[in-house]
């Protein structure tokens, strides 16, 4: 299949060192990854045979098995989201939260922006508080449960199956809206630009916003594109 029919999930779940790429160009590769290269250069104006030139120079050289995330086990794979991505979401919303507010009171009369961005963090790290939860007990404990029913034989328990089934709508749903969230902060923010006129809070706050960001689209990727993918053929 030439590259420009691909889905940008499929370039960045086969080499996520072309996830870079797309992030200099502005096109979202984790909630926005169904879409195809050809479509997201068309939509953004980009020339799809120079970025399909980086893509192909990038992939070029060897993937470390590190990075080669569409190879390993389920369980693997959950237990790195687990360890790194929600492990970070935990260590890290309570301090963002309170900087946020704290910027928001100094600087609001004068970068009302400012006040917007703290409300939508607040419901985004509520909303994530549940949504990791529900991920932690109930979905990706079933994942493992069917995944390794398949490998000794089993039959997996038709409960176990539905849950999958509909978990697997719900949590992508609940992507969307973070990363609208997430989105909209970047938005408000202006690209994450430090005013001239602010303190160096503002300026920690804004960093680990971009931080978060970050993390968040990497977190994303591996769940949308790579684990859910796995996940749905367990139904089959």
């Known amino acids: 299949m030439k590259e420009s029919k691909r889905t940008i999930g ?21 909630c926005g990854g169904k879409a195809t290269l050809s ?25 470390e098995r590190s990075q080669n995330f569409t190879s390993w086990e389920l369980s693997f794979l959950i237990g790195y989201i687990i360890n790194v991505h929600h492990a970070y979401i935990k260590e890290n919303t309570g301090q963002i939260t309170a900087y946020a507010h704290k910027i928001a009171e100094v ?30 007990e109930a979905f990706f404990p079933v994942v493992k449960r069917v995944d390794m029913d398949k490998k000794t034989g089993a039959t997996p328990a038709a409960s176990d199956l539905e849950t999958i089934k509909n978990s697997l709508v719900k949590l992508t749903e609940e992507h ?10 970047r938005y408000l923010a202006g690209g994450y630009a430090i005013p001239g006129d602010v303190c160096n809070t503002f300026m920690v706050t804004y960093q680990k916003l971009k931080e978060f960001e970050d993390d968040l689209h ?4 591996l769940e949308n594109n790579i684990l859910f993918l796995k996940a749905a053929q367990l139904l089959k």
Do not use: N, W
């Open 10 to 30: 499929e370039i960045v779940a086969e080499d996520y060192r072309t996830a870079k790429i797309f992030e200099d160009h502005g096109i979202d590769f984790c």
């Open 39 to 63: 479509t997201a250069c068309l939509e953004k104006g980009i020339d799809l045979a120079a970025i399909t030139e980086k893509i192909e120079a990038v992939k070029s050289k060897p993937v």
């Open 176 to 185: 969307e809206q973070v990363g609208d969230a997430i989105h909209k902060i």
């Open 107 to 136: 600087h609001g009369a004068h970068h009302p922006e400012v006040i917007q961005i703290a409300a939508i963090f607040d419901k985004m790290a509520t909303d994530l508080t549940v949504h990791l939860q529900e991920e932690e």
């Open 218 to 221: 990497k977190h994303v990727h």
